[in-house]
């Protein structure tokens, strides 16, 4: 049932440094829901029991591709990307022409890291799970790079390891095959094969992208402890309290 719905997984099951587990049914990441059938939202709803949804998409993708909600959910918008300078992570950037796609991935997590939208909504995610934990869900269009972060930021505060973080990020490339070739081939039509090459490489993550990510944390903060403290200004019990929560 759950492969029905794009790129979803559970973030539960990894191991944290203490040798402790991330819980099960409560953390869950996925792409857009948009175009849900009954099956699926009863999938989310009644079967994982969803509480909450958060959805990092701009207002043009949330327009085009609005989610389909039950009535009792609670709905957070967070525009990750409102300040980017190029949003590479939607395909509409891509398609305009620019074929620096790698590059622009690259620069995308660098803002992904750095930009105020970015460190203010992931703040305003992270406190979130803190202050009122319920089983949610949380996603962007593709559910990989905005959505990717998020869940490396919800691991390094369990303290589980980059192996395993990368591991869950590039469960992405698989997870997205379908629903990739049926996207390049709605647009063949449309596009030159450069162009369709260029958006087959912006609906792939790669190690290097999130790579990216961790130098910028590195070379302006540190390390992920005073990231969580000084860039997304997060209480200093932030992670003692993940980890009471989240860990079994």
Not at 63 to 87: G, Q, R, S, T
Not at 89 to 95: F, G, L, N, R, W
Not at 96 to 123: I, P, R
Not at 173 to 180: E, T
């Amino acid at each position: 049932m759950s492969s029905e719905i794009t790129n979803w997984r559970s973030l539960g099951g990894y191991v944290s440094a203490n040798g402790q587990k991330v819980k099960d049914d409560l953390l869950f990441r996925c792409g857009q829901l948009y175009d849900l059938n009954a099956e699926q939202i009863d999938f989310l709803q009644k079967q994982k029991k969803i509480k909450r949804v958060f959805d990092f998409r701009g207002p043009k993708e949330r327009e085009e591709f609005p989610d389909d909600l039950w009535e009792d959910v609670d709905y957070v918008i967070l525009d990750v990307l409102a300040d980017a300078k190029i949003n590479q992570a939607s395909v509409d950037e891509v398609v305009s022409g620019n074929s620096k796609v790698d590059d622009n991935m690259l620069q995308t997590y660098e803002e992904l890291a750095l930009t105020k939208s970015a460190t203010e909504s992931y703040h305003q995610f992270l406190l979130t799970l803190v202050d009122d934990p319920v089983p949610m869900a949380f996603h962007c269009f593709a559910g990989k790079d905005r959505t990717g972060v998020g869940a490396a930021l919800i691991f390094k505060a369990l303290d589980v390891s980059d192996e395993q973080i990368f591991e869950d990020y590039l469960k992405t490339n698989p997870a997205r095959k379908v629903a990739n070739e049926e996207m390049l081939a709605s647009l063949r039509d449309q596009l030159t094969p450069d162009e369709l090459k260029e958006v087959e490489v912006a609906l792939k993550v790669r190690s290097g992208y999130l790579e990216r990510y961790f130098e910028m944390v590195k070379k302006n903060f540190g390390d992920f402890d005073h990231y969580f403290t000084e860039g997304l200004k997060l209480p200093e019990n932030f992670k003692s309290e993940m980890q009471r929560l989240y860990l079994v």
